[in-house]
Structures are given as structure tokens and as C-alpha cells.
């Protein structure tokens, strides 16, 4: 090969890596950003608000975000519905709860739209000690949760529900 090939074929090479580093780099800001369509919005922020409510053990949070016809899978390997989840729910009291001792949170959420009545939620459930609770703080437990969601009268609601335990040292 003369000179000449040379200096071109590591050119390209290079420009090839370039373009596939600048690539990769944009995916990973696509996903630490992850933006959702207007569609799939609705779904995060009643998860988010879910999550929230829940954290305090708020009655009315479970109440709006289950369906009547729920199956829920825990993961310790039961299975129950909605009547049984909020009957292991007090009403909510009428002044402010304590700050809880753990708070629910959702990371990497995929949001799948199966039409527009149906889709289904993958997120991974972060269950942080709440340090303002002032309570021994055991370590963040961490759950792959999916929810198959239908709507109904406007409204969005989780039917089906799979919690798993995230296995510990795993990357995702």
C-alpha cells in the first residue's frame, strides 16, 4: 500500500470513530433525558404522582391509580387485587402525615403505547430511606416494576402489575 492509501484509509477510520462517538454520546443524553410524547406524558406523571402518595401511604393515591379489575403480583411472589391493597390502607388522616421513612421513586421509565386505550409502563422502583423521618435507614431496595394500563371514562389505570426484586450487583 502506498503512502497516500494509507493516509486516507486512517482518515476515514478516524472519522468513522468520531461519528460513532458523537452518536453514542447523543444517545446517552437522549436517555438521561428522556423526553415522552404527549401521549405517554399522562402515564408518567400518574405514576409519578402515584409514587408520591403512595410514600405518604395515601389512600386516595392507591384508590386513583388501581383498576377495580386489578392483578397484582408482588415480589415476594403473592398476588392480590384492589379491594385487598386498600384494605391495608388507613383513610388518610386529616392533618399532614409524617414524612414517611421510605420515599418511592421511578428511574429509567419506558413507556409502550399499545393503542389509545392501552399501554404498558417499565420502570425501575427506587425505595430510598427518607433521612427527614428520623428512623434507622436501611439501604435502597430497588424493583423492576411493569403495568399494563387502560383507560377508561378518560382516565388511565393500572390492571395488571408485575414487581420483581432487582437482583443485587446487576448494572441495570
Known amino acids: 500500500m502506498n503512502t497516500t492509501r494509507i493516509l486516507l484509509l486512517s482518515t476515514a477510520c478516524l472519522l468513522l ?6 452518536a453514542n454520546h447523543h444517545e446517552q443524553d437522549a436517555t438521561a433525558q428522556k423526553r415522552f410524547t404527549k401521549t405517554q406524558q399522562p402515564l408518567v406523571d400518574l405514576l409519578t404522582t402515584f409514587l408520591h402518595g403512595a410514600s405518604y401511604g395515601k389512600r386516595q393515591a392507591h384508590d386513583r391509580f388501581w383498576h377495580d379489575d386489578l392483578i397484582y403480583t408482588s415480589s415476594n411472589g403473592t398476588r392480590t387485587d384492589k379491594a385487598q391493597i386498600l384494605s391495608g390502607i388507613s383513610e388518610d388522616p386529616s392533618t399532614p402525615a409524617e414524612e414517611p421513612p421510605t ?5 429509567d421509565i419506558q413507556v409502550v403505547m399499545l393503542s389509545k386505550s392501552a399501554a404498558v409502563i417499565a420502570f ?9 423521618a428520623k428512623t434507622p435507614s436501611p439501604a435502597t431496595n430497588y424493583y423492576f416494576n411493569t403495568g399494563t394500563f387502560v383507560k377508561e371514562r378518560g382516565e388511565w389505570r393500572a390492571i395488571a402489575w408485575q414487581a420483581t426484586t432487582k437482583a443485587k450487583g446487576t448494572t441495570e
Open 17 to 22: 470513530l468520531t461519528t460513532s462517538a458523537k
Open 103 to 107: 420515599l418511592f421513586s421511578a428511574d
Open 124 to 132: 425501575k422502583l427506587v425505595a430510598a430511606p427518607n433521612d427527614a
